[in-house]
């Protein structure tokens, strides 16, 4: 159904610090810099069938989160998800809403870790338990 998520960052290379270590966590490569034909700086990460990016804004405003959006990433195991809210707590990023744990939802069990990283978006670590 995707093909790439993309979020606006203020800053570019503190936002690939930023990603770089916590997608590391994930098995993703450090993210290769692009220059966008408009001139603006952009960085891509790609991973198992999977594109993820970060631009500063073509229109030149400020770049500003999602009010209510969520990007979640796949994790392999309940280690994995703790150690992607460390990494991203560790390069800049907040941790929010509840410590890195087992959560008990409508679609059953899952490992579950909020963070924010450096610009505001919202990430999440998931794990569902098998």
Do not use: W
């Not at 995707?2 to 570019?12: A, L, R």
């Not at 392999?76 to 707590?89: G, P, T, Y």
């Amino acid at each position: 159904m995707f093909n790439h998520i993309m979020v606006g960052s203020n800053d570019i290379e503190r936002s690939k610090r930023f990603y770089d270590a916590v997608l590391a966590v994930l098995g993703a490569p450090a993210g290769f810099p692009n220059t966008a034909p408009s001139g603006h700086q952009r960085v891509f990460y790609r991973h198992a069938g999977n594109s993820f990016g970060i631009s500063q804004p073509i229109n030149g405003e400020p770049a500003c989160h999602a009010n209510g959006g969520t990007i979640g990433f796949k994790c392999e195991s309940a280690e994995q998800v703790k150690a992607f809210h460390d990494a991203a707590v560790a390069h800049g990023g907040q941790s929010i809403e509840e410590p890195p744990g087992l959560r008990d939802g409508s679609l059953g069990p899952m490992h579950l870790a909020y963070v924010r990283d450096p610009d505001g978006n919202k990430l999440c670590a998931v794990y569902r338990v098998k």
